[in-house]
């Protein structure tokens, strides 16, 4: 427990856009020490199990994508397999992923598209990943920084969730909230300070009860919306954007 934390000012005047650039460096700087090298916890090999695992993951845990994949990725091993795959037999066996219907066919026309158009081979560039099916920009981003070392910043709702407290952005749009990000953070730490938030949207700044009095983030943390959100009732598995 980290106690004695000096808290941020939440009625400071407006913060200028060097001030926003430092105290996001000292964020930056603090996620670092808390959660070295940062990644996302789906297992992969290859840009294509990182894409399918990425699919996977939504609404459901890592941990139970990545008891999922290993048997996956044993029968569908590339997007030329999963392209021509069963419907019913990818189903099966991504079940216990939850949404599994609409997971299967994101799988199955991702991995006809990269076929068609890609030769089988997952692009490099975002515009080429989004205009695969069922990619959108957060899990181009996520194989772009985890597979070919392209700066990416990740929205989940996590970060959604944390940018707004750190005020960093006043949109709920992923798309903003990226654009907005990347003017504040050099792309080189764009990948890791996105999975270190994630991490500690997990681990301490709750969507309903943040752990503001243990948190190191909060002498540079306005905490925007914190109180609103403890009296707002969250239905297990959602995320308050407040
Ligand atoms: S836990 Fe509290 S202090 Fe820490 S980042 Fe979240 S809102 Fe800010």
Known sequence: MVAELPRASKTATRESAAALKARAARIAKTLKRLYPGARISLDFKTAWQCLAATILSAQCTDER????????????????????????????????????????????????????RHGGEVPV??????????????????????????????????????????????????????????????????????????????????ARKPKCDECELRPDCPQIGVVEAQKTKVKPGRSSRI
Request: proline share 5%.
């Open 125 to 206: 560039e975002m515009e080429d990943l989004v205009k695969l099916k069922g990619v959108g920009r957060k899990t181009a981003n996520v194989i772009r920084g985890h597979v070919f070392g392209k700066p990416g910043f990740v929205v989940d709702t996590h970060v959604r969730r944390l940018t707004y407290r750190l005020g960093f952005t006043k949109s709920e749009e992923p798309d903003e909230i990226e654009s907005e990000m990347g003017e504040i953070l050099p792309p080189a730490e764009w990948t890791e300070f996105s999975m270190a938030l994630i991490l500690h949207g997990r681990q301490v700044c709750f």
């Open 65 to 116: 994508v990545n008891r999922v994949t290993p048997e996956l990725f044993r029968q569908y091993p590339d997007a030329r397999a999963m392209a021509n795959a069963d419907p019913n037999h990818v189903q099966e066996l991504i079940v216990t992923t939850g949404f599994f219907r609409q997971k299967t066919r994101a799988l199955i026309d991702a991995a006809r598209s990269i076929v068609e």
